[in-house]
């Protein structure tokens, strides 16, 4: 089964269902569900099932809860998380479009955040990662999600910011 590519992440070739999920999230019409409904379904979806389960899936992705940049105002997204020991990996991709993610802006202004995700929300704080901590961190996001790669070639000449939550002490 060559179309089952090996995941150093997860130490194992992917599941044909991570392989299909995989592939239909890189083509037009999956590009579209997440861009414009899964969205709206996993900031229901997420808090009803304390943060197990979205619209694509189980322990895939949570729900950030950050404070608006300008506003002040509690803003909440949906974004994959991706389990590094006890941290978690997100990557402002916006989809692969130009700009940067509000989140991520919201982020750089004030990194205390929370998470819901696989349980109960919990609180974070947020690095903005750099260097080879970034390249590290990109390499892992890339492996997790083979559509990241795409973004960053879409999106260019900006570079894609990668985020360290840790947990807040």
């Given at each position: 089964?060559?179309?089952?590519r090996?995941?150093?992440?997860?130490?194992?070739?992917?599941?044909?269902d991570?392989?299909?999920?995989?592939?239909f999230?890189?083509?037009?019409?999956?590009?579209?569900y997440?861009?414009?409904?899964?969205?709206?379904?996993?900031?229901?979806?997420?808090?009803?099932?304390?943060?197990?389960?979205s619209?694509?899936?189980?322990?895939?992705?949570?729900?950030?809860?950050?404070?608006?940049?300008?506003?002040g105002?509690?803003?909440?997204?949906?974004?994959?998380?991706?389990?590094?020991?006890?941290?978690?990996?997100?990557?402002?991709?916006n989809?692969?479009r130009?700009?940067?993610?509000?989140?991520?802006?919201?982020?750089?202004?004030?990194?205390?955040?929370?998470?819901?995700?696989?349980?109960?929300?919990?609180?974070?704080?947020?690095?903005?990662?750099?260097?080879?901590?970034?390249?590290e961190?990109?390499?892992?996001?890339?492996?997790?999600?083979?559509?990241?790669?795409?973004?960053?070639?879409?999106?260019?000449?900006r570079?894609i910011?990668?985020?360290?939550?840790?947990?807040?002490?």
């Open positions: 089964m060559a179309w089952r090996y995941s150093e992440y997860r130490g194992r070739k992917l599941r044909p991570e392989v299909l999920l995989e592939r999230a890189m083509s037009r019409l999956g590009y579209l997440i861009l414009h409904v899964a969205p709206k379904l996993d900031k229901w979806i997420i808090p009803l099932t304390n943060g197990r389960l619209s694509t899936g189980l322990n895939k992705v949570g729900l950030l809860s950050t404070v608006g940049a300008k506003s105002q509690r803003r909440e997204q949906p974004l994959i998380m991706i389990p590094v020991g006890a941290d978690l990996l997100v990557i402002g991709s989809y692969g130009p700009p940067h993610p509000g989140w991520a802006h919201n982020l750089r202004a004030n990194p205390d955040c929370s998470v819901q995700f696989r349980g109960p929300r919990r609180s974070y704080r947020a690095e903005l990662l750099s260097g080879d901590e970034r390249a961190a990109w390499a892992t996001a890339v492996d997790f999600y083979s559509g990241y790669e795409t973004y960053r070639r879409t999106c260019s000449p570079e910011r990668v985020f360290r939550l840790r947990p807040a002490a």
